[in-house]
């Protein structure tokens, strides 16, 4: 199966932009997923497909996609970001079909 | 809307059989979406076990394929997964979740909603 790679931690300013990437060979097949999982609670959808967000995610979450890398954008970063991201995408290499995970992103906001 | 939740036994001993049962609220597990478990051993990231579809059809991680069944009860509205030979690296939270697909991009996948979670710790 398919793996995607991630930075292990990023750190942004308060109110700076920041993008944490995804890479992976399954990304030139199918769209990332984006979550939020703070400590102790389950991960939150942030971003899906090409540049989608759920209702109730402020509009300063965005997402893009090129090649084999997907990347997540937060312009202007809150103290509430500060959380671990995950990405994930569907993955269907050689005659496996299934699910794959980044292994998480740490943002801390200075 | 729907919403997801995770019940079984939060200790289960080495070489045991681990079992857990997601039971869906607000919809029909026979909708055309696939549901899967998903876990995260402590301090460590996300981890895809598996995915099943109402009719049954299913789908593994490779890693864990051999120890890993998830099953479908539609009368009940309720997914499960036993996880066999269990040791100590198979604690972790457990989450069930319910992954969705666009119909009009091709390609377009993610899971909405996660269950809460349910710790399951394999000690003796």
């Known amino acids: 199966s398919s793996e995607l790679t991630q930075d292990p931690a990023v750190s942004v300013a308060l109110g700076q932009t920041v993008r944490i990437t995804c890479q992976g060979d399954?990304?030139?097949?199918?769209?990332a997923s984006w979550y939020q999982q703070k400590p102790g609670q389950a991960p939150v959808l942030v971003i899906y497909?090409?540049?989608n967000r759920p209702s109730g995610i402020p509009d300063r979450f965005s997402g893009s996609s090129s090649g084999n890398t997907a990347s997540l954008t937060i312009t202007g970063a809150q103290a509430e970001d500060e959380a671990d991201y995950y990405c994930?995408?569907?993955?269907?290499?050689?005659?496996?079909?299934?699910?794959?995970f980044g292994g998480g992103t740490k943002l801390t906001v200075l | 809307q729907v919403q997801l939740q995770e019940s079984g036994p939060g200790l289960v001993k080495p070489s045991g059989t681990l079992s857990l049962t997601c039971a869906v609220s607000?919809?029909?597990?026979?909708?055309?979406?696939?549901w899967s478990w998903v876990r995260q051993p402590p301090g460590k990231g996300l981890e895809w076990i598996g995915e099943?579809?109402?009719?049954?059809?299913?789908n593994y991680n490779p890693s864990l394929k051999s120890r890993v069944t998830i099953s479908v009860d539609k009368s009940k509205n309720q997914f499960s997964l036993k996880l066999s030979s269990v040791t100590a690296a198979d604690t972790a939270v457990y989450y069930c979740?319910?992954?969705?697909?666009?119909?009009?991009?091709?390609?377009?996948?993610?899971?909405?909603?996660w269950g809460q979670g349910t710790l399951v710790t394999v000690s003796s």
């Open positions: 607000g919809g029909s597990i026979s909708s055309s979406n696939w």
């Open positions: 099943i579809y109402h009719s049954g059809s299913t």
């Open positions: 979740a319910r992954l969705l697909s666009s119909m009009a991009v091709a390609g377009t996948y993610w899971f909405d909603p």
């Open positions: 399954s990304l030139r097949s199918y769209y």
């Open positions: 497909g090409k540049n």
């Open positions: 994930n995408s569907r993955d269907s290499s050689g005659n496996h079909q299934g699910v794959v």
